[in-house]
């Protein structure tokens, strides 16, 4: 019995916190906040290489030990790989180096993937030229006359002093 009173008791006070017979309040759902706005893409910025522009004084290109290969080596993947109706892959040399369908775009494409790792890159008719002082420039072959791929340490041509760039 004695629970019985607590409870009643219990159910009297809540009555009376809620207002008691006070007609209910309504509840309203919040205003949901309004939305952000979309975040905008950052614009895309050309590459611009931030030494200063050489000329082409037909300088002494002696053939030495590549120093940016590396560089040149991992554009030419990543274009492959982001870019594969460039290459017919059931046509190869060996050793990974297709058949080129689109020469241009992919010697573009290429100098494009040496700019995002923040190398200076220049496409020229046969070869790229690249470049991260402006004491000298590497010359790169990355197409072989059979319109096919050519990568790895091999692609290196020359080294130019100073920079042809």
Not at 31 to 51: G, H, R
Not at 71 to 87: C, G, R
Request: charged share 15%; aromatic share 8%; net charge negative.
């Amino acid at each position: 019995m004695k629970a019985r009173r607590v409870l009643l008791f219990l159910a009297v006070l809540a009555a009376a916190a809620c207002g008691g017979s006070e007609a209910p309040v309504p509840i309203t759902a919040p205003t949901p906040p309004p939305p952000s706005p979309e975040p905008s893409a950052a614009p895309v910025t050309a590459f611009s290489c931030p030494l200063p522009a050489l000329p082409d004084l037909h300088n002494t290109c002696p053939k030495l030990t590549p120093q940016l290969w590396q560089v040149v080596e991992n554009a030419i993947q990543k274009t492959i790989q982001e870019h594969p109706e460039l290459f017919d892959f059931n046509e190869e040399l060996g050793g990974g180096s297709w058949k080129v369908l689109d020469r241009e775009k992919y010697i573009n494409t290429t100098v494009e993937n040496i700019h995002a790792q923040g190398v200076c890159s220049r496409a020229e008719i046969e070869e790229i030229q690249v470049k991260t002082t402006n004491e000298y420039n590497e010359q790169y072959n990355i197409w072989v006359s059979s319109g096919h791929v050519r990568h790895g340490p091999g692609s290196y041509i020359t080294t130019c002093f100073p920079a042809q760039f």
